[in-house]
Nanobody
Framework: QVQLVESGGGLVQAGGSLRLSCAAS????????MGWFRQAPGKEREFVAG????????YYTDSVKGRFTISRDNAKNTMYLQMNSLKPEDTAVYYC??????????????????WGQGTPVTVSS
């Protein structure tokens, strides 16, 4: 079965950096687009960044453009999110998501078929 395991979250000061990882198993990773999402307390889960199955296409929500970089290593079945210039408003639990079908772009929560358990990110001011 599909398994997604996030890691790399933690506490960081504003302006700092973190690198999140999402290790995938149970499906042919290289044929699935992937995405990162986040959910702050009391708010809905929101799309952060997505990447195509080959890694050549990436897209971001406006609030993280220029600060976050999504990438993947298909040989390692792992996706990453490099987060720089972190702000207190980036504080949330971060989730990786995979669609239900191959070659399907992930750009909203409704496009996700499988979720990881999440990794918390706290940015202090």
């Amino acid at each position: 079965q599909v398994q997604l395991v996030e890691s790399g979250g933690g506490l960081v000061q504003a302006g700092g950096s973190l690198r999140l990882s999402c290790a995938a198993s149970g499906f042919t990773f290289s044929t699935y687009a992937m995405g990162w999402f986040r959910q702050a307390p009391g708010k809905e889960r929101e799309f952060v960044a997505g990447i195509s199955w080959g890694g050549s296409g990436t897209y971001y929500t406006d609030s993280v453009k220029g600060r976050f970089t999504i990438s993947r290593d298909n040989a390692k079945n792992t996706m990453y999110l490099q987060m720089n210039s972190l702000k207190p408003e980036d504080t949330a639990v971060y989730y990786c998501g995979a669609p239900s079908s191959r070659y399907t772009i992930v750009d909203a929560a409704r496009t996700v078929g499988s979720w990881g358990q999440g990794t918390p990110v706290t940015v202090s001011s």
